[in-house]
């Protein structure tokens, strides 16, 4: 059984930081992709941050030198810090994993991330 366990998810004042966490289960990790998305009430779904099996990274423009993504294959574990976080990244935040030779798809439960004084 797949298994995407997102963690760290909280309140925070604006300027302040979170780390979030997505431990893997089920899937061979190292093979996958792995990405943050966050969705804010009334708003699609939208891509954060990226890492690939290579460890190539990607960010969205609106998080890029804020976010820090990495992951770590020994503990099947994805992370997102987050710096000088701002209201505007209030949303609940996904993990992703995409099997880079099958295509499969998994998603983890979400975690909201408040940034509100």
């Known amino acids: 059984q797949v298994q995407l366990v997102e963690s760290g998810g909280g309140l925070v004042q604006p300027g302040g930081s979170l780390r979030l966490s997505c431990a893997a289960s089920?899937?061979?990790?190292?093979?996958?992709?792995m990405d943050w998305y966050r969705q804010a009430p009334g708003r699609q779904r939208e891509l954060v941050a990226s890492?690939?099996?290579?460890?190539?990274?990607n960010y969205a423009d609106s998080v890029k030198g804020r976010f820090t993504i990495s992951r770590d294959n020994a503990k099947y574990t994805v992370y997102l810090q987050m710096n000088s976080l701002k209201p505007e990244d209030t949303a609940v935040y996904y993990c992703?994993?995409?099997?880079?030779?099958?295509?499969?798809?998994?998603w983890g439960q979400g975690s909201q991330v408040t940034v509100s004084s």
């Open positions: 992703k994993a995409t099997d880079d030779y099958t295509r499969d798809e998994h």
């Open positions: 890492i690939s099996n290579g460890y190539i990274i």
């Open positions: 089920g899937i061979f990790f190292p093979r996958n992709v």
